[in-house]
């Protein structure tokens, strides 16, 4: 039976929430929850009720986060973005501390979004989203003990892909992760 409106709408703001944690910004966080809705919409014929409806938003939400990123790579960015500014707190500490959350959450996103679609899938349901193993198995289609495998294979996946990317710092850096490249650079 396909959803109503008003029941996937009662799910905003947990996948405005999800969203956010996996680009680090809110107003852009509400601009693809709000395509998860739509998507929704369009497609609520398709819900068939296996899973949870909050986990059938949180696995549009999830395809709409990697075309993202996917977009973003292929058309990197080169102004700085002004939301982010307003996004900023009043006090230095708590606004130091917001935007740098901020750049960790888009860049372990970029980053997560290399991982193979499976591995990034249940990576992103599990530890972004919170589902558990037997929901992300009902909505991917696949066993418990497959998602359990594909958790572990796409963290290994992603802890090699930042090794291999990022230079972490924390606790000793201002920037505490920084691209390999820009790190590595000989100072001047």
Known sequence: MAPDARDMLSHRPAIVAFVRKLVGNHALAEDIAQDTFVRAARTAAKF?????????????AVNLVRDHFRKIARHPETTDNPSAL???????????????????????????????????????????????????????????????????????????????????????????CEPAAIKNQPEK
């Open 86 to 176: 307003e996004a900023v707190p009043d006090d230095l500490e708590t606004a130091e501390l917001t935007v740098l959350k901020q750049e960790m959450s888009s860049c372990i996103g970029r980053y997560a979004a290399q991982l193979p679609s499976p591995q990034y899938d249940v990576v992103i349901l599990h530890d972004m989203a919170g589902l558990g193993h037997r929901e992300i198995a009902v909505e991917l289609k696949l066993s418990e003990a497959n998602s359990r495998v594909l958790l572990h294979r796409g963290r290994a996946a992603l802890r090699r892909i930042l090794e291999q990317n990022c230079v972490l710092s924390l606790g000793q850096d201002d920037i505490p």
């Open 48 to 60: 068939r009720g296996d899973a949870s409806l909050q986990s059938w938003l949180s696995a549009i």
